[in-house]
């Protein structure tokens, strides 16, 4: 038999609409009536609820009513729990008689004249208002169970669900602060229950070590010009927000209009996170980030408690079963889109600038000219396209500025090798030195003493041990976070496109080093809140590569359930992959970063890796030359710039290849991806390199 649910899908138009339509409850539009009723003269059987409202009763006009009391006509919560409810209460054969006394002691009079001491009144559902409006003495005789949304009333004992707007705010916090953000605003108004929000923002950041600030928390915002004030304030203050938390639509609609008058960019410039979610929220551009109370289980399970209630009879002897009242706290969820980004970091914890700033004019490039310097590069390892690609980029900068490059050196992984190249590079006195250190410790002393000379040190990646921001000129990298975030994305969605449950995380174990334990854990901050259903079933440290092959071996024997691994590079990952197809287990997917031969190789032939975050070295190499040529001329450079890494899957891998590579992708690349029987082929795909 069809549903009130049916009918609306059939119509287009919502279960509400429908309600109103056949209990005549709301004005509705003549044409979505006329679509309503030729909804329903389609069906080949009516629908119970329609049948008693047309046949089962000499007087359609009674009808046994629930009453449902809304406390603000504008909240979205309020109408969202309202409409869900519709279909419920319809379906069980009662209508909902919403009514919104918006905090007014007039408006609950009327009501309770009009409607409480009606027989065919069964039950409320009520929202207590903040201010204290709606209390006990409304409900004074009331013969009909009442179930409470939101706030419970004193001396009054009922059914009271409550939303947990502490841990939603908490998770809110939380998700800004794993993206890296420290300065967090937060707007909300005297309407919000913003007492309980507050505490959820503080204690987050508490328990993340971030000193709370005052200034940045305005919780009595009720009119629009109030949050345009707050907002000039804060975004001209020394040091700006990088997020901002917004309580409710109240504070939120305010918000979004000033940052669109100003152009400022959400996310790039300000992350913006909401407290409630709304319909509209995926609609925006970019998506809204938001935390959703779930007012369809607050719908639902308001419904059932009242309806068990009523269909048992136990409103009549309420003061006998005070002891079975339930007071139920919901939790809320977080739905991730697109408002808020990560913001990456340095060794020290530096905001990850770009390399815009590090652009010369042609006067600055001919001073440079002019003065003929000479650069080494000390490399932890050449043997991969990776570092190849880097020096190509510092060489093209160098060239074009008359950089002379004297030196570039290959320690294989080796830091005592590097320690004795940099002796000898020291010996050349070059005015330049960019390197990526072996490791932070045994190469250490070395680079302490390159630090004391005159030489421009520009570091790639990895900082030694005991060297500071003010012993070298900048730090280059890829974005580590959004490296990360987008291994975890890619993991994700495959994961739930497939129909997989069960993932593990492979990670580079030393903690000191912040580049891979930054990208190891945004991949599993993505995985755990934009992923619930997902399931880690575990994860697995190592420090070498050469100990991966053994260490996978045993760690899926020890979780055989496992269905697909994050691995923090693609050279582990080479390893993992060896390590499952000896155990005859290449059904187990891989997600990993960094784009090189062999692990493209894999995925053009619908192996085991499914998804890449490809780093930029030739980019990256751009920015080191770059930052060096900025500080022979005296200029400031930003201590850590972290240059954006591209996703990467089969139907993009050709075209990816050749702008990462800036050469045309090798025949047996292509050729592989035209072979593989999963590969859906695009024109673009068969373009060469010069073409794309």
Known sequence: MATIKDIAKIAGVSTSTVSHVVNHTRYVSPELVEKVEKAIQELDQLPN????????????GVQKYVLL????????????IEESMEALFTDAEYTLLAVGYDKSAARLEIVKTMLMDKPELCGVIAFPDEMGVLDASFFQGASVPVVLIGKDLQDFNTDVLYSDTFEGSYRAVKHLIKNGHEHIAFLGSWQDYTARRLEGYKKALEDYHIRFNEELVFSKLNTEEEVFTVLEKMMGAPVIPTAVIAANSAPLIPLLKYMNAHNILIPKDISVVSLNDFEWASLLTPEMTCIDKQPEEFAALSARILLGRIQKGEAANAAALEQDYQHITLSTQLNVRGSTCGIGRGPFGEKAENADSLILSEAEKEMIRRKNYTAAISFHYTGKAWMRLQENGIKKIFGELGISLIAVTDAHFDASLQCKQLESIRFLDPDILIAIPVDSRDTAEAFREIAKSDTKLVLITNIPEGITSRDYVSCISVNEHSHGRNMGHGLGEYMVHHGLRHAGLI??????FFATKQRDDAAEQVLAEEFPELHICGEMNFLLESEVYKKTLDFVNHHPEVEALYVSWDGPALEVIKALTDMNRTDIAVVTGDLDYSIAMNMAKGGMVKM?????????????????ANALLGKKTPSFIGIEPVCVGPDNLLKTWGNVFREEPPAELRNAIRQNPNHISHKKESLSYGEI
Request: net charge positive; glycine share 6%; aromatic share 8%.
């Open 49 to 60: 609820f329609i049948v008693k409202k047309t046949k089962g009763y000499k007087n359609p």
């Open 69 to 80: 009391l809304r406390s603000e006509n504008s909240s979205l919560f309020q109408r969202q």
């Open 507 to 512: 990670r580079h174990g030393d903690q000191n």
């Open 612 to 628: 890449l975050s490809a780093q930029c070295p030739y980019e990256q190499g751009e920015a080191i030359a770059l930052a060096a």
